[in-house]
């Protein structure tokens, strides 16, 4: 549903229009310099119906988000129509689970994503198994992407009780993929017992 938030006079009024879907492909991907990649899970559609007032603009993330792994390089992302503007994070709130990140004023109204200014936030890739099979004293690790933005590698780590982890080997990624891919790796000494894994 769309949103509608008004002012009394002077007039102001703005429309908010939510998609999960990928903004890369309903618009694109080319991004100014000073971020690193955006979301490919979801964006939020911002215009402004009346009135000239620059605003401030909040989105949110949750468990329904591509992730976020450090608040302090998110950005808010805004489309100009030819590439993804750099509205920057004046504030964060919440945890890696779920949280805001907040912009500075705006004074143009369009699509808006979450984006990072580094690698960190693994929102440039969509990941969509990891599994990992025990046979003949090997663990098979096995899982699968069905896209890819400017993705070098992987890192695998293990851990005994699942709280603190070693990186136990590296699997090239493939750079930019919009279709499925299938990668393995095998842990051939790993720990006696319950183990767990991560990318």
Known sequence: DDV???????????TCEYFAANPQT?????LVPALNHISQCEYWVLSRNAGTAGKSVTL???????????L?????ARWDGAIWQNEGNT????????????????TNFSPFTLASVSPQNPLPVSLITFDANYMNGVVQLN????????NDYFVIERS????????????????NSSSALYYVFYDEHPYTGVSY???
Do not use: H, K
Not at 143 to 150: D, F, K, L, Q, R
């Open 160 to 175: 005994i009780y699942g709280t603190v982890f070693e990186q136990i080997g590296t699997v090239q990624g493939a750079g």
């Open 4 to 14: 509608t938030l008004s002012t009394a006079a002077p007039a102001v009024d703005f």
């Open 197 to 199: 894994y991560r990318l």
């Open 26 to 30: 309903t618009f694109n991907n080319v």
């Open 143 to 150: 899982w699968t992407t069905v896209s890819e933005i400017n």
């Open 60 to 70: 949110t993330w949750d468990g329904n988000s591509c992730g976020v792994t450090l």
């Open 72 to 76: 302090s390089d998110l950005r808010v």
């Open 91 to 106: 504030a964060t709130t919440g945890t890696t689970a779920a949280g805001t990140v907040t912009s500075g004023t705006v």
